[in-house]
């Protein structure tokens, strides 16, 4: 053998045999997803419609968000939407505890944090994911609207998830609200005004976005978007979820 040629290695190699358990590794890892996408879509399925409400896990009981939070989300549940919250503390709380209190079912998906996330005890369907990618497909699937409380980077990466995938028909229109309007301005300001002149965005993008402060006049708005073609996607729709 050339004193070039490369070493081959030998099936004891233990660089060879950590690659082969990290293959194996990796390839239980897809069977896992899977299993919790089919555990989650069976577990949910029945919860149509509904309505996820994010915002801020910091927010305590005794702040004005929290109030808000708890009023629209019985409000919807009065009005037979199911609420969809994170399951934690805070607003995801709040939301919970509206819904808990109102006729339609209280759900959180809730998953393992290394802080701030614990369940809270306002759920009838409590589901907890491993994964957050799995966990975002969910909220997307299952919803019809979306309501925005203020909150973090949690809250923006939702908000911008919902708008990007509304923006590129990869879900159908939904009802985007944000609560909370003073909180926002900053960041409507720079949508408005910045992404929309320098083209980063459509002209009538910002339109995707609404701010709505009256929890009743939230529930209204989403009946009129749904007034004239119902809760239900189009087979288009719904083929077009397929592929999120």
Not at 78 to 97: Q, T
Not at 153 to 163: A, K, P
Not at 220 to 231: C, D, T
């Amino acid at each position: 053998m050339s004193a070039t040629s490369p070493k081959v290695p030998k099936p004891s190699d233990p660089q060879l045999v950590r690659r082969s358990q990290s293959s194996a590794r990796e390839a239980w890892r897809m069977f896992e997803i899977i299993a919790e996408f089919v555990t989650a879509t069976e577990r949910l399925q029945t919860i149509q419609p509904a309505v996820a409400i994010f915002g801020s896990a910091r927010v305590t009981p005794d702040h004005a968000y929290y109030h808000m939070a708890e009023d629209i989300a019985k409000r919807l549940s009065e009005a037979g939407f199911s609420v969809i919250s994170g399951g934690g503390p805070g607003i995801m709380e709040a939301a919970n505890r509206g819904a808990f209190a109102g006729a339609s079912p209280s759900v959180g998906l809730n998953i393992q944090l290394p802080h701030e996330q614990s369940a809270n005890r306002y759920q009838d369907i409590a589901h907890t994911f491993q994964h957050f990618f799995a966990r975002k497909v969910m909220f997307v699937k299952m919803s019809c609207a979306f309501v925005m409380m203020p909150g973090g980077f949690g809250t923006l990466d939702e908000l911008m998830e919902v708008l990007t995938l509304v923006q590129t028909a990869k879900i159908r229109p939904v009802p985007v609200i944000l609560m909370g309007g003073k909180f926002w301005d900053g960041l409507l300001d720079w949508i408005r005004g910045t992404l929309r002149e320098e083209g980063m965005i459509g002209v009538d993008d910002p339109q995707l976005l609404r701010v709505i402060d009256d929890p009743q006049k939230v529930v209204e708005a989403i009946f009129e978007h749904y007034q004239s073609r119902g809760f239900e996607p189009s087979p288009s729709e719904r083929e077009a979820e397929l592929a999120l």
